[in-house]
């Protein structure tokens, strides 16, 4: 069975996991400090996602790529990458809340075709590194900058909070 990734908060507080917009509201101190990895890129915060017709920060953002596969590209260009990630099964996802992003392109915004409904049943098409992926982190490393890390990965957008209490956490 796939799975889908999401990388442990290290300030997680409580068992549910919100979007961005809902932790403004809720940890306002937490969505500071989330806040600021899309300095850069803050246009993206006010980006539309068709379909779900929200904001790129009213979603929760899922990877079908397994972390360990992550971890051993990093080690075959001589970085550590370590962390835990929540381990979702892609059934607790609501389909009516849920889409897929495919992240083909490169672009000031979301390309709108690259948006498509979410089918759990075809995650294993989307569980693989990207070579485009892989030449990203190789790129980013030798020029000593810190790379995106689901950069060209597929992102799985659900619309709405999870409660984690029951999840699997992967230490890698």
């Known amino acids: ?7 442990l908060p290290k300030d ?10 809902e932790l403004k509201e809720i940890y306002p101190k937490i969505y500071e400090k989330k806040v600021t990895k899309y300095q850069g890129r803050e246009h993206l915060l006010d980006e539309v996602i068709p379909i779900l017709n929200c904001k790129w920060n009213d979603v929760l953002h899922f990877s079908p790529v397994h972390p360990k596969e992550i ?4 080690k075959e260009i001589n970085h550590e990458f370590h962390g835990k990630f929540l381990e979702i099964d892609p059934k607790l996802l609501n389909p009516d809340k849920t889409v ?3 992240y083909f392109t490169d672009g000031p915004g ?12 075809e995650l294993d098409k989307y569980s ?3 070579y485009e992926t892989k030449k990203y982190y190789r790129e980013k490393y030798l020029t000593n900058e ?8 597929p992102h799985i957008l659900f619309k709405g909070s999870i409660d984690i209490k029951e999840t699997a956490v992967l230490e890698i």
Do not use: A
């Open 71 to 74: 971890q051993r590209v990093f």
């Open 110 to 121: 979301l390309n709108p075709k690259e948006i498509i409904r979410f089918n759990p049943n």
């Open 146 to 153: 810190r790379p995106l890390l689901f950069y060209k990965i």
């Open 100 to 102: 897929l992003y495919l």
């Open 12 to 21: 997680m507080e409580g068992d549910i996991l919100y979007p961005l917009n």
């Open 1 to 7: 069975m796939n799975y889908l990734y999401h990388q």
């Open 128 to 130: 693989e590194l990207r």
